[in-house]
């Protein structure tokens, strides 16, 4: 008999490492669990470029002892309890297994408290495959600390290719955590990197704030000057494609906002790359290839040689798209998605047309 079932902490070893693929992924699961536990402050804190060590500190509702042995468990979640409620989950997570994958792949603990009267938490170890082992009492205020040690340390090919190319996996995890920072007008993100005993500050936005002074923060406030907001109400017909399959539907439009901000559509006001182009549903940022291209395009019939520096939120009802489409969430299914894009053509084009040659008008 060749066939043979894989041993279960096997498994787990495997799928684990889909999950969390990159030191850029681990980072992001735990910014997404902060924000979904309805943090106003988070912290992110790397020890020698995350290579050590990685923590996000935040100041959500924390985690009651009841749920502590489920917190790693493979899909355990508290966001979602069957698929049904897909088509209306809110939260950024919903499948319940990157805290599982993480255990797998590295070492987990965390700090929580669920009240700051008194401001005590309590320390909880995890074991590989995700059992949770109950520390001593810590002072905390509300909020969760979650610290992942020696990321891929089970994954030895895969923690030698972080070790190589670490500055570049750092990169890549402050450029996510940038995308977060700049939609969530509500959280202050504090981020920095202690190397050979010196700590950089890497990112820090205000607590209140616009999408404008988190840009300002993040990157330059003198681009400010080159950006202006838009608010686009987008006529987006249902695809031909998808009335076909539904039997008897009628022909029907949906109304999209679309809000942020973009260079005005003019040299010098744009960027020699498009590195600074951040794409987001309902808030949870995505890599919309054909929706960046076309703002791209309508961007280079004014500017020829540059991109524009643009933030743009769709606003979409839940069951207009499907983010359960890649393990990390940045591919989203978008129903109707060509004649999206060719009503976010029409509306951007005319949204510059009167600013052409002059950029007076509604600049900030
Ligand atoms: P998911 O986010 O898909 O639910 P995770 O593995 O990321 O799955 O987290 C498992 C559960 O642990 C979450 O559903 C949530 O209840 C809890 N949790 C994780 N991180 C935090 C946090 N920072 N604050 C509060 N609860 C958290
Ligand atoms: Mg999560």
Partial sequence: MAIQAIDKSSVHRLTSGQVVIDLQSAVKELVENALDAGATKIEVRF????????????????????????????????????????????????????????????TLSMITSTSSKPPIGTSLTFAHSGECVVGG?????????????????????????????????????????NSYAIINTGVRFDVRNTAKGKTQTHLQTPTSSSIRSNYASIFAAKDLASLIDFDLTLEVPTDKSILKRIEGAMEATTLIKVKGMISKPAAPHGRTTSNRQFFYVNGRPFSPSKIAKTVNEVYKSYNSNQFPIVVADFQLAPDAYDVNVSPDKRTIFLHSETNLIRALKEQLAKFFEPQHGTFAMQAI
């Fill in 47 to 106: 020890r020698d470029y995350g290579l050590e060590a990685f923590e996000v500190l935040d100041n959500g509702k924390g985690i009651v002892k009841d749920d502590w042995p489920s917190i790693a468990l493979k899909h355990h979640t508290s966001k979602l309890a069957s698929f049904d409620e897909l088509a209306s989950v809110s939260t950024l997570g919903f499948r319940g297994e990157a805290l599982s994958s993480l255990c797998g792949v590295a």
């Fill in 137 to 177: 009492k810590v002072a905390r205020e509300r909020g969760t600390t979650v610290k992942v040690e020696r990321l891929f340390d089970t994954l030895p090919v895969r923690r030698k290719e972080l070790v190589k190319n670490v500055k570049r996996e750092f990169g890549k995890a402050i450029e996510l955590i």
